[in-house]
């Protein structure tokens, strides 16, 4: 079993998929599911016992009390794919808590410390290579903000930099016990892998893991305030100066005083909105919360994507705390909090004991930085991230229950119900993350093709990709909308009209499927209720261009040129300079100006006449600077009393 945990550990970043759009979440899930099947069917085989005392342990009935709310929440809002595979991460972090203390109470946790190592120095060397492999063609970029975004792509085999910034966090103190406790090879081997470590952290900057690391510094520091040397101090002044040399050499010093600098206008940030949207989703459903995986739903309704921010679908609040306690309700919230406050009381009280065993202040300071990246970031949906978590609760809390109790109260259960509970609760988390990777695989598939404007291929593969447990894809787009879409491509309109229905009613508040339900209402001649639809988004996102224009268009086809023209203008629309000369857009706003002048030119007196035409020459020559002096116009006046034909004749 020591080596089944240690493969396990060491080999979680290799694990990856590029069948998938995420190429690490849905697989590594997966081999969880896999890894706790057999740690359980070990543990069933060899008839370890479970202690009672042990399913008594707060911390697993904290996570108890979030399953339970979150499955009470599902009944409440309605149980489907999303809260099910939410439900199923919840369970898988309660299996492996328990699976791993139950083995730490007859076994040695630092086993796990060399995996760990392992672990850290792979994912350390995959970055190294990527960042080599790339050095030359990035610093070749002239324009800093560019070079800066090429170098924030390299993220090893953790999805982004942040999530690679924080898992490296994680095995922080493990590194260091290895170099105190090995022998000489091991012990370079962490010298090594600190380095490294350190070097990618500086590289990343990652505001939240940078922070986590000056607060970990400061609670070590105070466990150690007795016995804080000069030599302590010099170190760490020169580590000081040798990140500042390596951020140097890639030009990256303005980037981290940039990212420095961003928190002092933390209010006009998207993340403050973004927390702002999540608190009021809370209060509104202060209670059981919206249902598990339904907060990337819901959201839309607290104006979190109005005035053009649609265009970047956050999937989750960047707050674990505030994530849990909008889909489970505030208990659930504060349980998940409550767990890190009784770990790091751990921690301090069996340090406090024997200061002799320093893994113990390291991990009281490392869970006092990596609560703060809870509160800023999004390690809860990551496989990585909940294992360790899981590993150094499980080593806090076997290392409590010898504390306080005897070897005689270890086993004292071995419960048959137990066991085919704990066994039905595998099978079922591993059904679901391996549907899960199949509907990931198959919608990937499916994007592909969409791009290739293979309709046909889009269609089968949707449909593939749709089953009990996946029906969204990461973006909370539902996969039958990729089948609407490929229908309407194909002018099968009734088959699309049917696919995006159901499409809103799975996500009534994601715009794009209500627009391309509400366009398909209109093709099929039901105006009225795309309309109806349309203001449905403008609810949600008052600015997104795409419902606007269509909007705009049944309005022009009714000849209701007015409200056409100041429902176009109403779209957040990018800069001229970056829009397409034949940006639908400009073209439309052209068209409604020209249908307009076309239906009222013979009232209207020759000089003005000669004014519109001079007016619409100009569009038709310089189309988005002329729709952006427009807009300016429009925007200056009183838009709700807007007199179309004095604002055109008068136009200059």
């Given at each position: 079993m020591k080596k089944y945990i240690q493969f396990f550990l060491a080999s979680l970043p290799l694990i990856i998929s590029f069948k998938t759009s995420d190429p690490v979440l849905s697989i590594r899930y997966v081999y969880l599911s896999i890894f706790i099947l057999g740690f359980f069917l070990f543990t069933a085989y060899k008839k370890v016992s479970i202690s009672f005392l042990l399913i008594k342990n707060p911390i697993i009935i904290l996570i108890l009390v979030i399953i339970f709310f979150s499955t009470i929440s599902s009944l409440i809002n309605g149980v489907g794919a999303e809260s099910i595979f939410s439900l199923a991460r919840l369970i898988s972090i309660l299996l492996l808590t328990i699976l791993f203390t139950n083995y730490f109470l007859e076994n040695n946790y630092e086993i796990v410390i060399k995996p760990i190592v392992i672990f850290s120095l792979l994912i350390s060397l995959i970055y190294l290579f990527q960042f080599i492999v790339n050095y030359e063609r990035i610093m070749l970029i002239d324009i800093d903000w560019k070079r800066n975004l090429e170098f924030d792509k390299i993220a090893s085999t953790m999805a982004n930099k942040n999530l690679l910034s924080s898992i490296l966090f994680l095995t922080m103190p493990f590194n260091i016990i290895l170099f105190k406790k090995e022998k000489i090879i091991w012990k370079l081997v962490s010298i090594f892998s600190i380095f490294l470590l350190f070097a990618i952290l500086l590289q990343t900057q990652t505001k939240a893991v940078i922070i986590a690391i000056l607060l970990s510094i400061a609670s070590y520091f105070f466990t150690q305030r007795d016995s804080i040397k000069?030599?302590?101090?010099?170190?760490?002044?020169?580590?000081?100066?040798?990140?500042?040399?390596?951020?140097?050499?890639?030009?990256?010093?303005?980037?981290?005083?940039?990212?420095?600098?961003?928190?002092?206008n933390f209010e006009d940030s998207d993340r403050f909105k973004l927390y702002k949207s999540t608190i009021n989703l809370i209060s509104d459903n202060i209670l059981f919360g919206v249902g598990p995986g339904n907060w990337k739903?819901?959201?839309?309704?607290?104006?979190?994507?109005?005035?053009?921010?649609?265009?970047?679908?956050?999937?989750r609040p960047h707050n674990d705390i505030l994530w849990i306690a909008s889909e489970t309700?505030?208990?659930?919230?504060?349980?998940?909090?409550?767990?890190?406050?009784?770990?790091?009381?751990?921690?301090?009280?069996?340090?406090?004991?024997?200061?002799?065993?320093?893994?113990?202040?390291?991990?009281?300071?490392?869970?006092?930085?990596?609560?703060f990246i809870s509160l800023v970031d999004f390690p809860f949906e990551r496989v990585a991230h909940n294992t360790f978590l899981c590993l150094i609760s499980s080593i806090l809390i076997s290392s409590?229950?010898?504390?306080?109790?005897?070897?005689?109260?270890?086993?004292?259960?071995?419960?048959?119900?137990?066991?085919?509970?704990?066994?039905?609760?595998?099978?079922?988390?591993?059904?679901?993350h391996i549907n899960r990777f199949i509907g990931e695989i198959n919608i990937t598939k499916a994007i592909f093709f969409k791009n290739k404007k293979n309709w046909k291929k889009v269609i089968e593969y949707s449909k593939e990709s749709n089953n009990i447990f996946y029906n969204m894809d990461n973006?909370?787009?539902?996969?039958?909308?990729?089948?609407?879409?490929?229908?309407?491509?194909?002018?099968?309109?009734?088959?699309?009209?049917?696919?995006?229905?159901?499409?809103?009613?799975?996500?009534?508040?994601?715009?794009?499927?209500?627009?391309?339900?509400?366009?398909?209402?209109?093709?099929?001649?039901?105006?009225?209720?795309?309309?109806?639809?349309?203001?449905?988004?403008?609810?949600?996102?008052?600015?997104?261009?795409?419902?606007?224009?269509?909007?705009?268009?049944?309005?022009?086809?009714?000849?209701?040129?007015?409200?056409?023209?100041?429902?176009?203008?109403k779209s957040n629309?990018?800069?001229?300079?970056?829009?397409?000369?034949?940006?639908?857009?400009?073209?439309?706003?052209?068209?409604?100006?020209?249908?307009?002048?076309?239906?009222?030119?013979?009232?209207?007196?020759?000089?003005?006449?000669?004014?519109?035409?001079?007016?619409?020459?100009?569009?038709?020559?310089?189309?988005?600077?002329?729709?952006?002096?427009?807009?300016?116009?429009?925007?200056?006046?009183?838009?709700?009393?807007?007199?179309?034909?004095d604002f055109i004749i008068n136009f200059e």
């Open positions: 000069l030599k302590y101090i010099l170190i760490f002044i020169l580590g000081l100066l040798v990140c500042y040399l390596i951020v140097k050499k890639t030009n990256r010093i303005d980037k981290l005083y940039n990212e420095i600098s961003s928190l002092k739903i819901d959201i839309w309704k607290y104006g979190l994507y109005n005035n053009g921010n649609a265009k970047i679908i956050a999937q309700g505030i208990l659930g919230g504060l349980s998940y909090l409550l767990i890190f406050i009784i770990l790091i009381k751990y921690a301090y009280d069996l340090y406090a004991k024997n200061k002799s065993k320093k893994i113990f202040a390291f991990i009281f300071s490392l869970l006092i930085g990596y609560l409590k229950f010898k504390d306080v109790h005897n070897s005689n109260e270890k086993k004292i259960l071995n419960n048959n119900f137990l066991l085919i509970l704990l066994a039905i609760l595998t099978i079922f988390t591993t059904i679901v973006t909370s787009v539902p996969v039958k909308w990729y089948t609407g879409l490929a229908y309407y491509n194909l002018k099968k309109y009734n088959s699309a009209l049917k696919y995006f229905k159901d499409s809103y009613e799975l996500n009534p508040y994601n715009s794009s499927v209500l627009n391309n339900y509400a366009t398909t209402l209109e093709v099929i001649g039901n105006s009225n209720r795309a309309k109806e639809i349309y203001n449905e988004i403008f609810e949600i996102d008052s600015t997104f261009k795409d419902a606007r224009i269509n909007f705009s268009a049944i309005l022009y086809n009714e000849k209701n040129y007015t409200e056409a023209f100041k429902s176009i203008l629309v990018d800069p001229y300079w970056s829009r397409k000369n034949n940006d639908i857009y400009d073209i439309y706003l052209r068209n409604i100006i020209h249908a307009w002048y076309l239906e009222e030119k013979n009232d209207i007196g020759a000089y003005k006449r000669f004014k519109v035409e001079e007016l619409l020459i100009k569009h038709e020559k310089n189309p988005k600077i002329m729709s952006d002096k427009i807009r300016k116009s429009f925007f200056e006046k009183n838009k709700s009393e807007l007199n179309l034909k």
